[in-house]
């Protein structure tokens, strides 16, 4: 579905990606973990087309996506879910979602579409009607993740859904995005909780200062020594038989 390869990114002179190659299939849940400063939201932005890469190709369903303007990506099949979730504060939630159903294929299916966000949130339901900015932390999460799929994207790109939100509410969050990932979206989840992300991941990319260092199936990287110690806060000490 989605092929990275060879993929660079700079800020001016700066390389804040180098040599990432990665893939996705339909219907996949791929994470990609790392620490601060890694180059995770500039991977999901070049991706998304926010950002442009500077070398490499990066191929959706076969098609070249360095070739499409920016504003194409979304038509094509891709949306993101952007750090912050960067919402109208001051539009009613109902407006929120409207927007993310612009592209010619979601139009006819808005009012489906916010009825299918309304019945996976049921919470929203209560408050469509209301701004946006007077909602929870994690009730705007849910806001951001159903404007992205009003658009009736094949590929979600999620950048840390759970930044600032309480332990209880992301765990709901993980749930959501492991039932949006059922349904058949595919998904490339960027997220610095490394133990949940890898709890629901099929496979998982290490980016680390722009260079993917690791991947594989989650259970073979919980092992990886540098993993457990890095991001799982586990030592590789094993206390001796009595």
């Given at each position: 579905m989605l092929e990275l390869f060879g993929v660079e990114a700079r800020y001016g002179a700066a390389l804040a990606l180098s040599g990432v190659s990665l893939s996705i299939a339909a219907g996949e849940l791929v994470a990609v973990v790392g620490p601060n400063g890694a180059g995770k939201t500039t991977l999901i932005e070049t991706i998304a087309g926010i950002h442009r890469s500077s070398a490499g190709t990066m191929t959706f369903e076969g098609r070249d996506l360095t070739a499409l303007a920016p504003h194409r990506y979304c038509d094509a099949g891709i949306a993101i879910v952007p750090e912050g979730r960067r919402l109208f504060t001051t539009m009613t939630v109902r407006e929120n979602l409207e927007l993310g159903s612009y592209r010619r294929a979601a139009k006819p299916l808005r009012a489906a579409s916010i009825d299918k966000a309304c019945t996976m949130f049921p919470v929203l339901a209560t408050c469509l009607d209301r701004a946006a900015g007077t909602l929870s932390g994690g009730q705007q999460q849910m806001v951001a993740i159903a404007r992205a799929l009003m658009a009736q994207p094949r590929l979600l790109l999620l950048d840390e859904p759970s930044l600032g939100l309480a332990p209880i509410i992301v765990l709901e969050m993980f749930?959501?995005?492991?039932?949006?990932?059922?349904?058949?979206?595919?998904?490339?989840?960027?997220?610095?909780?490394?133990?949940?992300?890898?709890?629901?991941?099929?496979?998982a990319y290490v980016l680390e200062e722009g260079r993917i260092v690791a991947e594989g199936a989650p259970a073979a990287l919980r092992e990886q020594p540098h993993i457990r110690r890095a991001y799982l806060g586990i030592g590789d000490d094993v206390a001796a038989p009595a």
């Open positions: 749930d959501i995005i492991r039932r949006v990932n059922d349904a058949g979206t595919a998904i490339l989840l960027v997220e610095q909780n490394v133990a949940m992300a890898l709890d629901i991941a099929s496979r």
